[in-house]
């Protein structure tokens, strides 16, 4: 083991008594929430138990799809044998299940002239789900509305949201779906091998019939006898199920093909995003003995989202860059590959810089197409601060107002002007290019 090994080890021992275990709890709500996915994929309504932040990217998407008057079909259906697995942490009195199973996905992007773009790909759909214990609640801690998204205290929920009217319980607000996206999974799944297997079982039974009739009238003799008869009628039923086997071997050695294909051109890309997780790890958790890199990973791809959504970002509290532009981008998905840049601190605030690599469905003039896009990402907080859970890690009680606004899309205090700095409380992206 080398010296940068070891560090990282000697870091991960101290974290160890943060991690928790996956519940059976959680894996029937990811199964639950999943069906909220589905509609906001498709322009309805998130799921009642998904954050703000959830709330908030399903509602740029559908205002980008509407600006580019698009139309966008998502369907996720489950492959064979898939389950859902993954692994928890606390981050104060939240608990964060970071959990994922594998998906095919399908979707279709229509544009305003008819032109439609369709595209399967094998995903895990990541959803990170957050519980905590009603014990740790306290007054001045915000929640928003499951119904609505007003955000206020925990009695005033129960009492009735001044927004909807409401009543609200700490069990109507958790469990919840803090964040979700997909990553590419691999180019093929069980479904895939089986299906596979079986077309080309099929297609040799079926070659395998003519074959066997070609062989009996070639090997018929002059003079006919029963026993003659027997052979030729045998080889006849016999030359399907040579041609199945036939048929199966081909069928291994194209899976085999492909997944050595997928394995060589993935390898690299894997390799990177380890290094990257072992070293933004080993970086961050100087500064934070709680730091989980899966929170930082749904971050960033959050932040990304947000910013390839947004069509305003200079007023969004989670963007201090400059030079912004907007992006004609129907839909989009991580993956999987983020190459670590470079991480420095300077005056207490720490410096993240990643590359991101994403496949993003472009709508704009002719027939919507899908291009590989890398982005430069730098993601800046306060190495002191511990964010909280996807849901209150944006709401901020003004200062010199006493009302509370969502700092992820305001810079200023919308009652009062005075303006904050989200790097204080939550990672910011100052550089997106």
Excluded at 102 to 110: G, H, I, N, P, T
Excluded at 219 to 233: A, C, G, N, R, V
Excluded at 381 to 403: H, I, L, M, W, Y
């Amino acid at each position: 083991m080398n010296e940068f090994d070891k560090s990282l080890e000697n870091q991960k021992t101290g974290l160890k008594h943060k991690k928790k275990t996956v519940t059976d709890a959680d894996k029937k709500f990811y199964l639950r929430a999943t069906g909220g996915v589905r509609s906001a994929e498709n322009g309805g309504r998130s799921g009642r138990n998904a954050s703000g932040r959830v709330k908030l990217l399903d509602s740029l998407k559908n205002e980008k799809l509407k600006k580019l008057r698009a139309k966008k079909t998502v369907y996720y259906k489950k492959s064979l044998f898939s389950s859902v697995s993954g692994n928890a942490s606390q981050n104060g009195k939240y608990s964060i299940s970071f959990l994922k199973g594998d998906y095919k996905r399908q979707l279709e992007v229509e544009d305003a002239g008819g032109k439609s773009f369709k595209r399967k790909r094998n995903v895990k759909l990541r959803q990170d789900i957050v519980s905590v214990s009603p014990a740790k609640v306290k007054d001045r801690d915000r929640f928003a509305c499951p119904e609505c998204g007003e955000t206020a205290s925990l009695r005033q929920l129960e009492e009735g949201c001044k927004g909807c009217g409401e009543t609200s319980f700490i069990t109507d607000i958790f469990p919840m779906c803090g964040s979700y996206y997909c990553t590419e999974a691999s180019r093929l799944s069980v479904s895939d091998i089986v299906r596979v297997t079986a077309w080309c079982c099929a297609l040799g039974a079926v070659i395998g019939i003519p074959a066997g009739i070609i062989k009996m009238v070639a090997d018929m003799p002059q003079f006919i006898t029963k026993e003659k008869i027997y052979e030729m009628i045998k080889s006849v039923f016999i030359t399907p199920f040579e041609g199945a086997a036939i048929g199966f071997l081909g069928a291994v050695l194209i899976i085999l093909g492909i997944l050595i294909f997928d394995n060589v051109r993935r390898s690299p890309m894997i390799a990177k995003t380890d290094e990257t997780r072992k070293k933004i790890t080993l970086f961050m958790s100087k500064y934070d003995s709680d730091f989980s890199y899966d929170e930082f990973e749904s971050r960033l791809i959050f932040l990304v989202q947000l910013m390839l959504y947004s069509d305003n970002k200079p007023a969004l509290g989670a963007y201090r860059g400059t030079g912004a532009i907007n992006h004609s981008i129907a839909d989009s998905v991580y993956s999987g590959l983020t190459e670590f840049v470079k991480a420095d601190e300077k005056f207490g605030i720490c410096s993240v810089t990643v590359k991101v690599t994403m496949y993003d469905v472009y709508c704009f003039g002719g027939k919507p197409k899908e291009q590989k896009d890398t982005f430069t990402v730098t993601l800046e907080r306060r190495g002191s601060v511990q964010p909280g859970s996807s849901e209150e890690a944006g709401d901020k009680e003004c200062a010199k107002c006493g009302e509370h606004f969502d700092m992820t899309t305001n810079k200023k205090c919308p009652f009062c002007g005075h303006e904050y700095d989200m790097r204080d409380c939550d990672w910011t992206v100052t550089v997106f290019k």
